[in-house]
């Protein structure tokens, strides 16, 4: 038996028949980090000694009965932009290269108060701005199914970990589709939760209207597990939700009997690749046959979503990462001569391209003159797309659409190329825009053995019914039966 | 043209500092004069990641100051970013409210030289306050202090309803008052705690339009504010009638040269970038929280001041004066419940502590003696322990080295001379010593007599009572 390859709920069985113990999973991880991380590069820290010593701490404290949750000992990923007391923060930053935070963020609070084991900070694009991870100041994570592939961004290296067995599960971060289009890319289950769902205090934050922490793990019971872990009111977030807690597990019911599926055309059309819509149809028809009414209907409002995601995204970017000036904390430029130069050139020795160019467009939208146009229009347009999505929920439980529209890419194919790269976000951004639940499940290979995203959105605070159509579909198609990744470096 | 000729128009922004105990947006304690970087934490120090959560505190505060200022209450209200760079603004954003205030269309009354006025509060919203940077006296740069940074604000903004420093001066005084009546602010000038940027332009008489402000920031004292109205109308009248505009533009007053010099080139003109802060839901209030608010309110200086005309016949000057802070006032009534003489309570305050007050710029607040230690003061004139003259003396005490007035007369060797024999004793003396005196009186000379008493109370130091030492002389020189 690998370890490594055991699911979540897989190893809390084992951990609780002591068939094993929280440090042979963590050898068996730390181990496969040494093995695979020099090829696949998902992680900016790890903490391989911390961890087994940590591990050998609570196999003592599991012993005496002093750790007794279901999650004692059990290894994490974390994404590089959640803050975690005493290990750097980094954002994949140079801004932040060295930045360690004061103070945990509420997720890790949660994590730590189940005695779980952080393996390491995960690799991202800088800032989480990106599809791909290739704006990462640190390094290029690669797609562990072919590694001259991307692994999707900007949580490709919480997605290319998980998917290379090298943290059992992790946490990644959404604010576009930068949980789903990675798990999408990378063939495991990521889920963006219904904003407000998951507190945001600890995240670095980039588009705060929009970000969202969630889940990336190897299988939907798992990504139920973790997100009950992560759930719950935040007085610290005035924007997280007073919903009462609920077991996600339990809703996991294989089962689609009547459940009403929309698929909205729109995100058929043009643009999409032949091979990804053929396994989305094919994923229909097995819903089909499962039980479930499916219907295509029109959600025309979708279109206008790319324009309004990077207007309102970008427009709380230039605010937000205003406070990376060089006088607290970050980095500070070596040379200035007063305090603009101080700023200007701290500001532009410390943030990568795609970084500035979001702040100047957001700090564009913003100006006077300029605002009305831009940023009030969009928020108009937001509300608009909200309640087409909320038209949409009165007919429908879930709504089915491609993750992507696209399989991962080559590595440099698009990193020149920015609004092909904004293009990728397409079918996930509505989500944020509506702050709705979404997931990404694989639904099938491409002929190069690429992973195909499936993402089901639900209504708001509906993730136990998006959790169970995954559910019930993944239990029906078994993809992590017959797919892994192959390491392979392709032809050069 | 002369000055005259000119209609001055003043607008203010008034910042007063919320007393809260904690933040605006995090827990730390928002009290004055700890050592640098002690009140903060990774919220007020913007951290990444950190997250703002509104104390409700401050916005009862601020609808408590729209009620007092007749202000309407917006049920509906949110909070913004206003965007810029600067060290003492952690998050380079301060959040503030930009398009929908907490309060607006209020008004306060003064009472100028020229008769009673009514002057517009354009709106109350509730910010942060930022940090402060020190420059290092060693030249090795500035240092950043963010104990201040997050401390709850109000920004009262006036119409430019103002035409004279007198209206400003009247204005800022009664502001304060209702302030401090209201318990929202301890309103302390000297550490910044009320602080006013001033709008000053001027206009031809008859005319309608307005001409070009300019703006003076962060004044914090009544003096520099006069001072600095003056010198910029003045400024501006030379400007314009040397065919010259007045630029609109922010000001620096120079307390030590007596004038205005300009803060900023106009390449540095801000844009803002307001925007509604994601972080933070709107604010919703409901009629009920509003009225309870209402309720808790206290009495006003207004309705205070009419109180005092009728129950305790006080002048109208007299009246305002008391009102003017809460601290005299509270001072007044209270003193005057202990010792039952309010006529007396109400010369010392109007005369001798107010006259202190302005000898040492020292604010009301500060006083350093309570209202049963006045009430004391008093009855101990009352009793004739003291005279008048001795109980001057003792309030000077009081106020250099605040003690019981009964502790100050003992150790002073204070006490009236009240004993018969004792007096008898110092009249015979000066009769003996000033014959001419006695002479003059003889002859009709009624002055004589004070001359006399005024020889005795040299001669005992101020202690021998007045009226005994009086009718003793008259009795003598019968």
């Given at each position: 038996m690998d370890i490594t390859e055991l699911t979540v709920h897989e190893l809390q069985e084992k951990l609780k028949n002591k068939e094993l113990t929280s440090s042979e999973i963590t050898k068996a991880y730390v181990d496969r980090i040494n093995e695979k991380e020099k090829d696949v590069q998902a992680f900016v820290t790890t903490l391989t000694d911390e961890a087994l010593e940590q591990a050998k701490k609570i196999d003592e404290e599991i012993k005496t009965g002093e750790a007794k949750g279901d999650f004692a000992g059990i290894p994490i990923g974390i994404k590089d932009n959640i803050c975690t007391k005493g290990v750097k923060t980094t954002c994949s930053?140079?801004?932040?290269?060295?930045?360690?935070?004061?103070?945990?963020?509420?997720?890790?609070?949660?994590?730590?108060?189940?005695?779980?084991?952080?393996?390491?900070?995960?690799?991202?694009?800088?800032?989480?701005?990106?599809?791909?991870?290739?704006?990462?100041?640190?390094?290029?994570t690669?797609?562990?199914?072919?590694?001259?592939?991307?692994?999707?961004?900007?949580?490709?290296?919480?997605?290319?970990?998980?998917?290379s067995r090298m943290v059992p599960w992790a946490l990644g971060s959404d604010t576009g589709g930068s949980i789903r289009q990675p798990s999408s890319f990378c063939g495991v289950v990521g889920l963006k939760p219904t904003y407000g769902l998951v507190s945001r205090y600890g995240l670095v934050a980039f588009a705060s209207s929009l970000d969202q922490i969630g889940p990336i793990t190897k299988d939907v019971y798992d990504s139920a597990m973790l997100l009950n872990i992560i759930t719950g009111h935040d007085e610290r977030d005035t924007t997280s939700s007073n919903q009462e807690k609920i077991d996600y597990t339990k809703c996991l019911k294989n089962d689609v009997?009547?459940?009403?599926?929309?698929?909205?055309?729109?995100?058929?059309?043009?643009?999409?690749?032949?091979?990804?819509?053929?396994?989305?149809?094919?994923?229909?028809?097995?819903?089909?046959?499962?039980?479930?009414?499916?219907?295509?209907?029109?959600?025309?409002?979708?279109?206008?979503?790319?324009?309004?995601?990077?207007?309102?995204?970008?427009?709380?970017?230039?605010s937000n990462l205003g406070r990376f000036d060089g006088i607290r904390y970050g980095y500070r430029a070596k040379e200035f001569k007063d305090l603009k130069d101080l700023y200007r050139k701290s500001r532009s020795q410390g943030f990568g391209p795609e970084v500035k160019r979001r702040i100047i467009l957001g700090t564009y939208v913003l100006s006077s003159g300029y605002y009305d146009a831009y940023y009030k229009k969009a928020q108009q347009v937001r509300t608009l797309v909200m309640n087409e999505f909320n038209k949409a929920f009165q007919k429908y439980d879930v709504l089915l659409t491609p993750t992507s529209p696209t399989v991962a890419f080559d590595i440099g194919s698009k990193s020149n190329n920015p609004l092909e790269m904004y293009l990728a976000d397409i079918c996930t951004v509505s989500v944020n825009i509506g702050g709705l639940p979404g997931i990404s499940i694989p639904c099938g290979v491409d002929k190069e053995n690429m992973p195909i995203g499936m993402q089901l959105i639900g209504n708001k605070f509906q993730e136990g019914t998006i959790l169970n159509a995954a559910y019930t579909f993944e239990q029906k198609t078994k993809f992590r039966e017959n797919h892994e990744p192959s390491f392979r470096k392709g032809e050069e | 043209m002369a000055r005259e000729d000119y209609e001055v128009v003043i607008g203010l922004e008034v910042h007063a500092e919320l007393s809260t105990k904690t933040k605006i947006f995090c827990s730390c304690p928002t009290s004055f004069g700890a050592a640098p970087n002690t009140h903060i934490c990774p919220i007020c120090t913007a951290m990444p990641g950190t997250l703002p959560v509104l104390n409700e505190k401050v916005v009862e505060y601020a609808v408590r100051a729209g009620l007092a200022t007749e202000c309407t209450i917006s049920q509906d209200s949110k909070n913004d970013r206003k965007n810029y760079f600067y060290p003492d603004l952690p998050k380079a954003y301060q959040i503030s409210q930009y398009d929908k205030p907490l309060?607006?269309?209020?008004?306060?009354?003064?009472?100028?030289?020229?008769?009673?006025?009514?002057?517009?509060?354009?709106?109350?919203?509730?910010?942060?306050?930022?940090?402060?940077?020190?420059?290092?006296?060693?030249?090795?740069?500035?240092?950043?202090?963010?104990?201040?940074?997050?401390?709850?604000?109000?920004?009262?903004?006036?119409?430019?309803?103002?035409?004279?420093?007198?209206?400003?001066?009247?204005?800022?005084?009664?502001?304060?008052?209702?302030?401090?009546?209201i318990e929202v602010s301890d309103c302390k000038m000297q550490e910044g705690s009320l602080r006013a940027d001033v709008n000053v332009s001027i206009r031809k008489k008859g005319a309608t339009e307005y001409g070009t402000r300019t703006e003076m920031k962060n004044m914090n004292s009544f003096r520099s504010i006069t001072r600095a109205i003056e010198y910029e109308i003045d400024r501006q009248v030379d400007v314009i009638d040397n065919g010259g505009e007045v630029e609109q533009e922010t000001l620096r007053w120079d307390e030590v040269s007596g004038k205005t010099f300009s803060m900023r080139d106009k390449e540095d003109a801000q844009d803002y970038r307001y925007f509604p802060d994601p972080d933070l839901v709107a604010i919703k209030l409901s009629d009920e929280y509003i009225e309870n608010i209402r309720k808790s309110l206290p009495e006003l200086p207004e309705s205070r001041k009419q109180r005092y005309l009728t129950e305790?016949?006080?002048?109208?000057?007299?009246?305002?004066?008391?009102?003017?802070?809460?601290?005299?006032?509270?001072?007044?009534?209270?003193?005057?419940?202990?010792?039952?003489?309010?006529?007396?309570?109400?010369?010392?305050?109007?005369?001798?502590?107010?006259?202190?007050?302005?000898?040492?710029?020292?604010?009301?607040?500060?006083?350093?003696?309570?209202?049963?230690?006045?009430?004391?003061?008093?009855?101990?004139?009352?009793?004739?322990?003291?005279?008048?003259?001795?109980?001057?003396?003792?309030?000077?005490?009081?106020?250099?080295?605040?003690?019981?007035?009964?502790?100050?007369?003992?150790?002073?060797?204070?006490?009236?001379?009240?004993?018969?024999?004792?007096?008898?004793?110092?009249?015979?003396?000066?009769?003996?010593?000033?014959?001419?005196?006695?002479a003059d009186y003889k002859a009709g000379k009624e002055k004589a007599l004070g001359y006399l008493v005024g020889q005795a109370m040299k001669e005992t130091r101020g202690k021998a009572n007045p009226q005994m030492l009086n009718q003793m002389f008259k009795e003598e020189l019968k």
């Open positions: 930053s140079k801004m932040l290269e060295n930045f360690v935070s004061p103070y945990d963020a509420t997720v890790v609070e949660k994590i730590n108060s189940e005695k779980m084991i952080n393996l390491g900070k995960l690799n991202m694009d800088e800032f989480a701005m990106g599809g791909s991870t290739e704006y990462s100041y640190f390094k290029k690669r797609n562990p199914w072919n590694l001259n592939k991307v692994p999707g961004g900007s949580s490709g290296g919480s997605a290319a970990a998980v998917a009997k009547g459940l009403k599926i929309g698929v909205p055309k729109e995100f058929f059309g043009e643009g999409i690749n032949e091979e990804v819509k053929e396994a989305l149809e094919k994923a229909i028809e097995t819903y089909k046959e499962l039980g479930a009414e499916v219907e295509e209907f029109s959600l025309d409002i979708a279109k206008y979503s790319l324009a309004t995601y990077y207007i309102i995204a970008c427009a709380e970017a230039s | 309060c607006e269309h209020g008004k306060i009354e003064i009472d100028a030289s020229t008769g009673r006025k009514t002057i517009g509060i354009t709106r109350i919203h509730i910010e942060e306050d930022a940090g402060k940077l020190n420059h290092d006296e060693f030249g090795r740069g500035s240092l950043v202090d963010l104990n201040r940074a997050g401390v709850p604000l109000i920004e009262i903004v006036s119409e430019p309803d103002l035409r004279s420093s007198e209206e400003v001066d009247l204005y800022l005084r009664k502001l304060k008052s209702i302030l401090e009546y305790y016949h006080l002048s109208e000057k007299d009246a305002n004066i008391i009102t003017s802070s809460k601290y005299l006032s509270d001072l007044f009534e209270e003193a005057s419940k202990i010792c039952n003489n309010p006529k007396a309570v109400n010369n010392w305050i109007i005369s001798d502590i107010s006259r202190i007050l302005n000898e040492t710029e020292m604010d009301p607040v500060e006083i350093p003696f309570d209202s049963k230690q006045l009430a004391k003061l008093v009855m101990l004139i009352d009793k004739g322990t003291i005279s008048s003259s001795i109980a001057k003396k003792v309030l000077v005490e009081m106020f250099e080295h605040p003690r019981d007035p009964e502790d100050i007369i003992d150790e002073k060797g204070w006490v009236q001379i009240s004993d018969e024999g004792a007096i008898k004793e110092v009249v015979m003396k000066v009769l003996e010593n000033n014959p001419q005196s006695v």
